[in-house]
Structures are given as C-alpha cells and as structure tokens.
C-alpha cells in the first residue's frame, strides 16, 4: 500500500479528516513503527502495533486500553487517544494493526541531563496513577529454566551463543526472583514510566505510549521508573534515583523497602522481555521477517540490561535506605 493511499485509509477508518498528504516517518522507540499524519482536522500520532496474533495479546492490550482510558480521565498529561483502540489494515497482503493518539507537540528529554522539576513530576505522576488499586495481584508465571532456555535455542549458531553467553545472569536473576516473592500493592498502571515515554511540552511533561499497560505491584513500578530516569553513560547518577523516590514519597507513594528484593521486579521485566523476544527472533511467536530480525537485537539489549541490574543491585540499595 502507498504511503498516501495508507493515510486515506488510517483517517477514514479513525475518522481523522481528509489527510494532507501521505505519512511522515517519526523516530522513536525501538518496539514499534510511527508516523506523523496531518489532515484538516489537526495532527495525528500513528503507531503500528507490535502485536502478536494470539488471544492472549488482544486481552492485555484490551486492558491497557482501559487503563490509559481511566489516566486520561483522571487527569494524568497524555496524549488525546482516539478510537477506536485498534484498526487492522491490510498492508503488502498481511494485516497490519494500528492505533492513533491526537499529536503531541513536545521534545524529547535531554541524553545528558534530566531537569530536576522533571524527576519530581515523575514521581507525582507515579504516586497518581498508583492511587488507583487492582482488583488482584498481577498473574506472575514462574520465570522460565535455563533448560527452556536452553531448548528454544537449538543448535549453536553465532546468535544463540550470544545469548548462551547470558546464562549464569539468566540463573543468578532467576533465584533472585523466586527468593523476592511477590510485591505488596497491587496496582492498574503504565508500568513503563521512563525517558523515551516522556516528552516535555509548554505547559506539562506528558507520558507516551500505554500500550504496555496494566497490572503491576507500585514498589516495583517506582523503582524501575527511578533507575530508567537516572541511568546515564556508563552507569547510574545517585541524585536522579533519589530524587524520582522522594517524589514518589511526598506524593503519598508505597514505600519501597531497602532490600535487594525491591528489585526483583526490574528483573522480571528483564527475563520476561527477553524470553518474549527471543521466541519472536527464533521465529516461534507469528511475526514477519523484519519483526524476527528486529527482535534478535531488542533481545541481547534486554540481557544485557539484566547483566547490569544484577551488579547494580547492591548500590541501589543503599540509595534507598539513604534516601
């Protein structure tokens, strides 16, 4: 389908108007492909799904449709999100999923810096969304073995050695899990507060990109949402951490407790993430080639993240307790 042709087609079906031209790349997160549409009703957010197939994928993104329904009835700065929730076209014979959100004129955060009245809305934001109970835990499945690991790999090819090349992180994350159990407050949340879903405007940060929403416990979320907003070249800035906690604090926040259990959700994240990427790279989740390829480099980011967090995880902890 032309570019143009995908644009007549994207606001008829989002009742967008009659579109300006065709649509304009943006650049963006490493999950899923955007676009800039304008029309003469206004601008437009268009994000292709990085979906899969299964009825397991709709239900949760159902759900985080609804959450990020609630947050912007609440009042939380985002994006207008337009309906419906979901538009399958058909694009190079195969159908192809999108969804629109009103354009959002803002920048980025800084690489180098992130202004300190930034770190504070964040962690009131956090305490906000949190406010908001789930009516049960989030479903936490046991984290995968190494031999199931080790299985979906198959035979060695330069690939699969990179990511064999993680196993005793993958094992040593694995104990940290079990041993942490569970979380304390449930909550329905964005569950992926952090820099590249953050941009500035005149007015307000606003929070980008809900498709990943849900449930979650809010310790889990806070300390993951203070490690993303510190993390600068080559490691972690004390300040910043502190900094996002404190907010999160002062706004009524759960207290996050300093233990290295507090982050054994990041390393859930991590494996969950990695494991989910790794099926797609390997080709036993139904997604296209460019999406299988993709995958194979989001996956050695995420091991590589969790690499990290494990020998992180001491310091942070004394971040915490000196906070």
């Keep these: 389908m032309a570019r143009l042709d995908q644009a007549k087609a994207l606001a008829t079906a989002f009742d967008l108007g009659v579109p300006a031209g065709g649509l304009t ?24 799904l990085n979906r899969s197939r299964e009825a397991w ?12 329904r609630a947050a912007y009835r609440q009042g939380v700065p985002m994006p207008r999100p337009v309906p419906p929730p ?26 180098r810096d992130v202004p300190h009245a930034v770190l504070g809305w964040v962690g009131h934001t956090l305490a ?48 940290a899990v079990e041993r942490a159990g569970p ?3 449930p909550v329905l949340t964005h569950r992926d507060v952090k820099p590249d879903n953050v941009l500035v ?26 490690l993303a907003f510190s993390r600068i070249a080559g490691g972690w800035q004390r300040r910043r951490f502190v900094a996002v906690l404190r907010a999160y604090r002062a706004a009524g926040g759960a207290p996050v407790p ?15 993430a990695a494991a989910y990427l790794v099926w797609r790279a390997l080709g036993h989740r139904p997604v ?18 969790l690499r990290a967090t494990l020998a992180g995880a001491a310091d942070w902890t004394s971040w915490i307790a000196g906070e």
């Excluded at 963006?28 to 029309?39: D, E, F, K, S, V």
């Excluded at 994928?57 to 959450?67: I, Q, R, S």
């Excluded at 993680?166 to 040593?172: H, L, S």
């Excluded at 005149?202 to 203070?226: C, I, K, M, N, Q």
Aim: aromatic content about 8%.
């Design 128 to 175: 906000s969304l949190h406010a908001r109970a789930a009516p049960s835990p989030p479903d936490e499945p046991a984290p995968h073995t190494l031999t199931e690991w080790d299985s979906w790999l198959g035979p060695p090819t330069p690939w699969t050695e990179r990511v064999r090349s993680y196993f005793p992180d993958i094992a040593r994350a694995i104990v």
């Design 183 to 185: 979380g304390h407050h």
């Design 25 to 48: 790349p943006v650049a963006g997160g490493r999950m899923n492909l955007m676009w800039r549409l304008r029309t003469d009703r206004g601008e437009w957010a268009v994000k292709q």
């Design 86 to 111: 979901l538009v399958d076209l058909t694009v190079h014979g195969g159908p192809v999923s999108y969804r629109v959100h009103e354009w959002c004129h803002g920048s980025r955060l800084p690489d």
């Design 201 to 226: 405007t005149r007015r307000t940060p606003v929070l980008v990109d809900w498709d990943g929403a849900g449930a979650d416990f809010a310790e889990r979320e806070a300390v993951r949402s203070a």
């Design 57 to 68: 994928w709709l239900a949760a993104y159902e759900t985080a449709v609804e959450v990020e």
């Design 288 to 305: 296209s080639p460019p999406e299988r390829a993709a995958a194979r480099g989001h996956a050695l980011e995420f091991l590589a993240e």
């Design 258 to 272: 300093a233990e290295p259990r507090s982050f054994a959700g990041v390393l859930r994240h991590q494996l969950a």
